[in-house]
Each structure stands twice: as structure tokens, then as C-alpha cells.
């Protein structure tokens, strides 16, 4: 092509502002590197420390019965958290992809495991975690101010709505905006956690023990009960896999991944042991079960007149886990979209905002819709039994890598001992409940899972159309060279709305999903 011609189609693509699609290209290509270390940090401590320790303590004692098998299932969890995250870290590092599991799973067992991931994920794992953390947040917000009664479910409801949709809006504009926010919230939700376990550590110093003597007295332990404790903490400590979800947007991955991980995941693990101790300083067990909120509870009974505080950083503190689910989950959409396995409009990328705005957008949506039954107790059990089939199927595919896939570079090599011990866990995890108390919600989950194996053979294996064609109505797709292709979604006045540019590839070397570098 020669140089006229060029110039002449850039000029003929150009947005109402004057300015060329193809001068934007640069950046249009790529999800840019805006996370360093203390973001990401952030973002694994304010992801984890969100409605959890507000919400499951409360679980967490009644199916152990006991404070002492309590606090050490807080600390178990930690641990199982902290080495499968060392498992995703050497993932991370390994496949320097964004989507979480999703490019783990398609490494290492093709695209049928990948999909039903993504599939899952986006209609059960995510949307239901964002919910229940949404709902939580409701609840702390509303309950000042309706003192002495349980806040109406129509004010609870349409409170996680209202944050869904800031949310969603915030981290389809920006991502330093998201970003920054989450900064922001992160510090205030330590606050509160350092509020709580200051305070019970000075009344643990007045002598407040009591409640610890004879601390596994009345414990009723067996395996369903350990199970269904595990699924309630797991969840407080959920989102420490959720860096490996913006992985092509950290700052230096091979450092700052890891890092992250020791520093973060640690650290909220000493703030939940902590938090769950301040509480049994003021609280016998039998109380904590009766509290309607256990962290206000804790507040009216420490702070009196200056409770409200607790509420109100609560309310900080869930928003800003919401935040980060929101800010990682989409990254998930935008990489299966990407791949081909969702909606091609949700693999566009904004050309003003360099953010997945059409991934986050349809995620928020489908998320509304879970908040309408309400049942926070029947989420956490219906999302932790899902997550965990592919927590064990991701750590899996690190096993299963080492022997198929030797010539990756791996900058982190655990030792293999920790991910065969992650595996097995997640087995018993997903197994236990089952066995020992089986209930149809499994049954539908795993039903709901294996039903994206239609829509698989469907759209994906025999590449029916139709859905893509309805997504992409309003798409042109316009070559300017050999090297890039650029897809952009006009309105039927031809005002350019989104815009992505990537090389031309086979349905083969797809697989890797990367778009071009800058």
C-alpha cells in the first residue's frame, strides 16, 4: 500500500474530535501496566478484608460449636490460602496472561475446561461473590438507621444495587481511577480492622479472658462440620488469587506477584485471628451466634456513643472488597471474550479509557440479578462449592505442566509437594459436604456447570453464529496494514463508540491470546 493510499484512510477514520483511529492505536491495543507493588498489595488486602470477617464468624463458630476449633479454622484457612497462592504465583509468573484460572486451564487442559471455567465464572462464581459482598455492605450501611430491627430486605437490596452500579461505572472509566479507589479504600477498611483488634488486645490485658478457658468444650467436630467451616472462613479469605487476574496490567509480574502474595495474604490472616479474638474478649459464644452484626455488635459494646464508627468503615471496607472483585472479574470476561468463548464485544477494549468497559458492564448486570433472592448464607455455601472444583483444577494444571510443558520459563518453581497438598484439599472440600450432608444446591451447581458443554459444542465447537453476529451489528472491521486489524463498534450515525486493534492470527496461535505489545 502505498503512501498516499495510507494517508488517505486515516483520514477517512477519524472521531468526531478529529483525532484518527489509527493515531490511537498505540494504545488502543493493549490493558497498560498501571499496577505496582503497594497497588497490588492493595488489591489482594482489600479484595480478602471485605463483608467476610463481618459476616462469617457467625458460621464459622456454629458449625465448629466451639471458640477454639473457631480461631484455629481461621488460621487453617490462612494457611491453605497463603500456599494456594504460591501455587498461583508460580502460575502467574509462568502464563503472564490476565483472567485468572482462565489461561491456566486452557495451557494446560485444553479449551472444554477453560470455557466451562468462564462460563461458570461468569454466571455463578463471580456475579454471586460480588452479591453477596454488595448485600453486605447494604446491611452495615442501613443499619444505623434502623436501630433495635433488622433493616427492610427492599432498602438492603436496593442499596447493593445502587453499589453495583457505581462500581461498575468507576472501573469502566479508569483503571488508576479503580485503582486509586481501592488505595483509598483499603486504608480506611485498616482502620477498622486495626480499631477491632487494638481494642482486643487492650481488653485481653484488662484480664478479659473468660471466654477462652476451656476453649474446645462443647465442640461438635466431624467432617461435614469442618467442611461447611472451611467453605465460611475460605470465603472471608477469598480474592487471594486476584492479582493473577490483572497480571498483564502489574508493574515488573515477576516481582511484584509475589511479592504481593507474602506480604498481603499474611497479613490479613494475623488481622482475621485477631479481629476473631477482640470479639470473644466482649462476646461468649452464644452471643456472637444471637448478633444480628457482630462488628456493631462489638462497637456498641466498646465504643458507646462513638459506635457509629464501626458501621460506617464496615460499609468502607465491603465497598472496597466489592471494588476489587468488580476491577479483576472483568478482566476474566474481557480474556474469554478475547479467546473467543463469549461474546466478541466483550473482548473490545475502550479506546478513551483503555479499560474492558463492555466485560465490567455485562458483569455488573448479570450481578443485579443475584441480588434479588438475597440469601447471603445460601451464596456463600452455592459460590465456595463451585470455586473450589477449579481452585483444585488450576493447581492441578500446575502439576500437570511440569511434566507437559518443561520448556516454560518458570522466574518461581515451588517445590511440588505444596500443590499436590492444595489439590487434595480442594478434593475434600468439594467431596465432604456431599457426602456428609448432601443437599440439591450441589447438584444444580454441578448440572449448571456441565450445561455450558451445550453452549460449548454449540458456539464454540461448531462456530454458530448467530450470537456473534447480534454482538457485533454495529462492528466494522477496517485493515490498515498487514500488521494490525482494527475493530470498531459504530453507532448507525457512524459516531465510533469502542475500539480495539490487534494482529491478524489463525485460530492456532489465538490460543495464546496476547494482544500486540506498544
Same mark, same amino acid.
Given at each position: ?13 477519524? *472521531? ?15 490493558? /497498560?501496566? /498501571?499496577?505496582?507493588?503497594?497497588? +497490588?498489595?492493595? @488489591?489482594?488486602? +482489600? ?12 458460621? !464459622?463458630? &456454629?458449625?465448629? $460449636? ?5 480461631? *484455629? ?18 502460575? +502467574? ?5 490476565? $483472567?485468572?484460572?482462565?489461561?491456566? =486451564? ?9 470455557? =466451562? ?8 462464581? #463471580? ?7 454488595? =448485600?453486605?455492605? &447494604? ?30 461505572? !468507576? ?22 480492622? &486495626? ?68 506480604? +498481603? ?28 452484626? !457482630?462488628?456493631? *455488635? ?33 478482566? =476474566?470476561?474481557?480474556?474469554? $471474550?478475547?479467546? $473467543? ?19 465490567? @458492564? ?43 510443558? #518443561? ?13 499436590? %497438598? ?14 456428609? &450432608? ?10 449448571? %456447570? ?12 461448531? #462456530? ?10 454495529? *462492528? ?43
Amino acid at each position: 500500500m502505498g503512501e498516499g493510499s495510507l494517508r488517505k484512510r486515516k483520514e477517512q477514520y477519524k *472521531t468526531e474530535d478529529g483525532q484518527s483511529i489509527r493515531s490511537q492505536e498505540p494504545q488502543a491495543t493493549n490493558l /497498560q501496566k /498501571q499496577v505496582g507493588l503497594i497497588s +497490588g498489595i492493595c @488489591m489482594i488486602v +482489600g479484595t480478602i478484608i471485605g463483608s467476610g470477617i463481618f459476616v462469617s464468624p457467625k458460621s !464459622v463458630l &456454629a458449625n465448629v $460449636g466451639a471458640v477454639g476449633p473457631c480461631l *484455629t479454622i481461621w488460621a487453617a484457612c490462612g494457611v491453605l490460602a497463603t500456599i494456594g497462592a504460591l501455587c498461583f504465583a508460580e502460575l +502467574g509468573t509462568t502464563i503472564t496472561k490476565s $483472567g485468572g484460572e482462565y489461561p491456566y =486451564l486452557l495451557e494446560a487442559f485444553g479449551p472444554i475446561p477453560a470455557f =466451562l471455567f468462564s462460563w461458570s465464572s461468569l454466571l455463578v462464581i #463471580k456475579p454471586s461473590s460480588f452479591a453477596i459482598i454488595c =448485600l453486605s455492605f &447494604a446491611e452495615y450501611a442501613s443499619a444505623p438507621f434502623y436501630p433495635g430491627c433488622d433493616p427492610p430486605p427492599a432498602v438492603i437490596k436496593c442499596l447493593a444495587a445502587a453499589a453495583i452500579v457505581v462500581i461498575t461505572i !468507576v472501573n469502566s472509566l479508569s483503571v488508576k481511577l479503580g485503582s486509586y479507589l481501592q488505595n483509598f479504600l483499603t486504608a480506611a477498611k485498616m482502620i477498622v480492622v &486495626a480499631l477491632i483488634a487494638v481494642t482486643g488486645i487492650v481488653l485481653l490485658a484488662q484480664g478479659k479472658t473468660q471466654n477462652f478457658q476451656d476453649s474446645f468444650k462443647d465442640s461438635k467436630i466431624s467432617v461435614s462440620s469442618i467442611g461447611l467451616a472451611f467453605y465460611n472462613g475460605l470465603w472471608a479469605y477469598d480474592g487471594w488469587n486476584q492479582l493473577n487476574y490483572i497480571t498483564e496490567e502489574l508493574k515488573n509480574p515477576y516481582r511484584n506477584l509475589p511479592l504481593s502474595i507474602l506480604i +498481603g495474604i499474611p497479613l490479613v490472616t494475623v488481622c482475621y485471628i485477631l479481629i476473631n479474638i477482640s470479639y470473644f474478649t466482649v462476646m461468649t459464644p452464644t452471643e456472637l451466634l444471637q448478633s444480628q452484626a !457482630v462488628a456493631v *455488635t462489638f462497637g456498641d459494646r466498646v465504643l458507646y456513643s462513638a459506635s457509629w464508627i464501626i458501621p460506617l468503615f464496615v460499609a468502607f471496607s465491603t465497598i472496597g472488597s466489592a471494588n476489587g472483585v468488580c476491577f479483576t472479574a472483568g478482566r =476474566l470476561v474481557y480474556v474469554a $471474550g478475547r479467546e $473467543g468463548h463469549m461474546l466478541e464485544v466483550l473482548s473490545y477494549i475502550s479506546v478513551k479509557r483503555l479499560t474492558p468497559a463492555p466485560a465490567i @458492564m455485562f458483569y455488573g448486570a448479570i450481578t443485579i440479578i443475584y441480588i434479588i433472592p438475597g440469601d447471603i448464607n445460601a451464596l456463600i455455601n452455592y459460590f465456595s462449592f463451585a470455586v473450589w472444583i477449579f481452585y483444585g483444577l488450576s493447581v492441578l494444571a500446575l502439576i500437570v505442566m511440569r511434566f507437559t510443558r #518443561k520448556e516454560l520459563k518458570r522466574p518461581i518453581k515451588i517445590p511440588i509437594v505444596i500443590p499436590v %497438598i492444595v489439590t487434595l484439599i480442594s478434593i475434600l472440600l468439594v467431596l465432604a459436604p456431599i457426602i456428609t &450432608a448432601p443437599e440439591l444446591a450441589y447438584l444444580y451447581c454441578v448440572l449448571f %456447570i456441565l450445561s455450558g458443554l451445550i453452549f460449548y459444542v454449540l458456539f464454540v465447537h461448531f #462456530k454458530f453464529k448467530w450470537p456473534q453476529k447480534i454482538s457485533s451489528k454495529y *462492528t466494522s472491521i477496517t485493515k490498515f496494514n498487514r500488521t494490525f486489524l482494527s475493530f470498531t463498534v459504530t453507532t448507525p450515525t457512524g459516531l465510533i463508540l469502542w475500539s480495539i486493534t490487534t494482529k491478524p492470527c489463525s485460530r492456532g496461535n489465538r490460543k495464546g491470546g496476547n494482544l500486540p505489545d506498544r
